[in-house]
């Protein structure tokens, strides 16, 4: 069966979960090295409902503070691991590899890592 490649898949595919989850990491790391602060998940989940809405789609509020959390996660993880310099860096390429049109070393990367939380909470 072929979709119009122009509906996004479902909000509770791999990908799009994958995807939310870069995306939440990504303005994380923003709000981290630009203003030295972590957005609760509260607020992650609050972000994902933004970015779901935007497509047209949603998840339930315990899935997307779940979302949150793994995004909190790799962020935090990331920004352990990067100077200030090195982190704005990354940053900007990942709001950059927001637009698929974008290629991206460094987003290719963070976003398999991002598939292998999900993995890892799935057990598989």
């Known amino acids: 069966m072929r979709t119009n490649p122009s509906t996004p898949p479902p909000a509770d595919s791999r990908g799009s979960r994958a995807a939310l989850v870069f995306a939440l990491a990504a303005q994380r790391l923003s709000i981290w090295f630009e203003h030295g602060q ?12 933004d ?17 949150s959390a793994l995004s909190d996660r790799l962020a935090r993880s990331m920004a352990a691991s990067l100077s200030r310099e090195a ?38």
Do not use: I, K
């Open 38 to 49: 972590w957005p609760t998940e509260g607020q992650g989940a609050t972000l994902a409902a």
């Open 87 to 124: 982190g704005l860096f990354a940053v900007h390429e990942m709001m950059e590899a927001l637009d698929p049109n974008y290629e991206s070393e460094l987003a290719r990367s963070v976003m398999a890592e991002c598939e292998r939380l999900l993995d890892e909470e799935a057990g598989t």
């Open 51 to 67: 970015w779901l809405a935007r497509t047209g789609r949603s998840l339930s509020l315990g899935e997307r503070r779940h979302l």
